[in-house]
């Protein structure tokens, strides 16, 4: 079949110049750059927040009109003095950096000058400021280019005014994309939320409308603002710490590197509080919340035979990094970014968060003993109501070893025992299965096998698994091979062969730590007198984590002796108890 020759019309010439290459207009720049950097109200809302944070704010309130497209934030922040302010919104200006070389030396929060002439691109900006010392203020609006439209004097007492009117007014498909009314404030929430928790000395007062909606008091540390912005978790909920990056311990110049290179945690316990989703793993580094998917997955790691299955942990850990380890220059909105020495700052993390875990016994105060009152003794309440439940209380310390006395065995299933302040309910099972699995941690060994195990038609995963571990298998025979040595607690046991066969299925060593620690635990159901019965608290006491098994399950019931009396009444008058009025 002969070739068809398309012919050449003058539009497919005209098409074809149509689409060169040129340069584009001024304009379409600064609306390319506006789109990337203020998206939404909650990135207005967080350009402008980390500018009143840049400005070293103490107090910062914001309120918001999102139905007029309206913000205004005010701070107490160092302000702006005339020259800076007819400045401002010019594109690329910045008070932050100064050459390329300033770009490995980022220690705020803004620094490319786009985040004010975006904000005038795709709304009316106002700014009003009063620098310290200065006599008054000065009010500037400005253009879509970000130059001063108006400059007049203002009365306000120091620190920065910023306001911005009609966002998106000249952007209709940007403004119909526009999520629901309460879905802009849920995102303007959660910035808020962010900025406050890398920020905790700060005071936030937030209104929407001429109304107020949510207010946060300062702390020293997110301590304080965790239990503001989590319900139902209180301070002895709790748990942080600090940390050196080790790196930086033995560095020429100790002092700064110590303070350029460290680490803060905070967990909460895991029988307490927990997540049914990950939404509360939270990564800050050097002031900002990001996303750094290695570092949220080693947090998630370390609690991962602490809580219970399907179950996330409430964590925020705080990096504090050397600003030429860091390039802001991944996104627009510095959500994400390169780190140096990533692994190392990963690996950093999970053992922070595992110290904290292993630590948390031993900071946490006696007094705080009586505030949970279980689900158990809330059903005696005068309104009958059952709430959500919450078995779990305070839990005898390691520090406290030789206070709980073993007074009983019940349904040869748990261990009744007596502490000073009330009583506890241990599962045998499962206590023991937490001191074996540390034990295995601790002391990892295999021992020669005086008759070798045989086991038949292993595949190759499962021969690879084995070897892992460090079980050397030989060949024995058609699809046979015997095994030489295996696991200490393993040796003396009937059930080796199936021992060993479920070794190889799978897992890593922590895996196969938890697997031999629940089939050598002792079973419920088997009798233990009193002697061993306390030989057991006692070990299970010194436990790191005594809270939960290495599958994530509660150990321990702690009924206190408030909450006893609480639930038998003792605290009525003697007449009311006998029924006369």
Not at 177 to 183: G, M
Not at 198 to 217: E, F, I
Not at 228 to 244: C, K, P
Not at 407 to 422: K, M
Request: glycine fraction near 6%; charge should be negative.
């Amino acid at each position: 079949m002969p070739l068809e020759l398309c012919p050449i019309t003058v539009d497919s010439v005209s098409n074809s110049v149509s689409s060169r290459i040129q340069s584009l207009p001024g304009d379409v720049i600064y609306s390319i750059a506006a789109g990337e950097v203020i998206d939404s109200l909650a990135a207005a809302v967080r350009e402008l927040i980390e500018n009143a944070l840049d400005a070293q704010a103490t107090h910062i309130t914001l309120a918001l009109w999102p139905d007029q497209g309206r913000v205004q934030v005010a701070d107490n922040g160092t302000a702006m003095a005339l020259d800076n302010l007819l400045q401002a919104a010019v594109p690329h200006s910045t008070s932050k950096i100064r050459t390329q070389a300033d770009l490995w030396r980022v220690a705020s929060l803004g620094f490319r000058g786009e985040a004010l002439h975006s904000l005038a691109q795709v709304a009316q900006l106002e700014i009003c400021s009063r620098p310290p010392g200065a006599e008054s203020g000065w009010r500037v609006t400005y253009s879509a280019t970000g130059e001063a439209l108006e400059t007049t004097p203002a009365a306000l007492g120091q620190g920065t005014v910023v306001t911005v009117t009609d966002l998106f007014k000249d952007w209709p498909a940007r403004r119909e994309r526009l999520p629901t009314l309460p879905r802009q404030l849920r995102q303007v929430q959660r910035v808020i939320y962010h900025c406050a928790l890398a920020h905790p000395t700060v005071t936030w007062v937030v209104q929407v409308g001429d109304r107020p909606w949510l207010t946060l008091t300062p702390s020293p540390t997110a301590r304080g603002l965790v239990t503001q912005l989590v319900r139902a978790v209180n301070d002895s909920d709790l748990h942080e710490g600090w940390q050196t990056a080790p790196w930086a311990e033995g560095s020429d110049n100790s002092l700064q590197d110590s303070l350029q290179a460290s680490i803060y945690g905070l967990i909460g316990l895991p029988d307490r509080c927990h997540r049914p989703r990950p939404d509360w793993v939270k990564v800050a580094v050097n002031g900002r919340l990001v996303t750094v998917p290695e570092l949220e997955q080693s947090i998630i790691n370390a609690f991962r035979y602490t809580l219970p299955r399907h179950r996330y942990p409430l964590a925020f850990v705080q990096l504090t990094v050397a600003p030429s380890a860091i390039d802001w220059n991944r996104r627009p909105d510095k959500s994400t970014l390169y780190l140096h020495q990533l692994d190392q700052w990963t690996a950093l993390c999970q053992s922070h968060i595992e110290t904290l875990l292993g630590q948390h016994a031993a900071a946490r105060p006696e007094a705080s003993q009586q505030q949970r009152v279980t689900q158990l003794l809330q059903t005696a309440e005068p309104s009958g109501a059952y709430g959500t439940a919450d078995l779990s209380d305070q839990l005898p310390y390691r520090e406290r070893v030789g206070r709980l006395r073993a007074i009983a065995q019940i349904h040869h299933r748990y261990i009744l025992a007596e502490q000073p302040d009330g009583l506890c309910l241990i599962e045998q099972h499962i206590a023991h299965e937490r001191v074996l699995y540390e034990r295995l941690q601790a002391q990892w060994r295999l021992v020669p096998l005086p008759t070798p195990v045989v086991l038949e038609g292993l595949t190759g995963k499962q021969l690879e698994q084995l070897q892992r571990l460090g079980l050397a298998t030989e060949e024995f025979g058609p699809n046979r091979w015997a095994i030489r040595a295996a696991p200490e607690p393993l040796c003396d046991r009937p059930d080796l062969p199936d021992a060993l066969l479920e070794l190889s299925l799978g897992g890593n060593l922590d895996t196969a730590q938890v697997a031999i620690a629940c089939r050598t635990a002792i079973r419920n159901g088997t009798p233990l007198d009193l002697a061993t019965l306390q030989t057991l608290l006692d070990d299970w006491q010194q436990t790191r984590n005594p809270r939960t098994c290495p599958h994530g399950r509660p150990i321990c019931l702690t009924l206190s002796e408030t909450s006893l009396a609480r639930f038998f009444r003792r605290s009525w008058v003697v007449g009311k108890s006998h029924g006369i009025e």
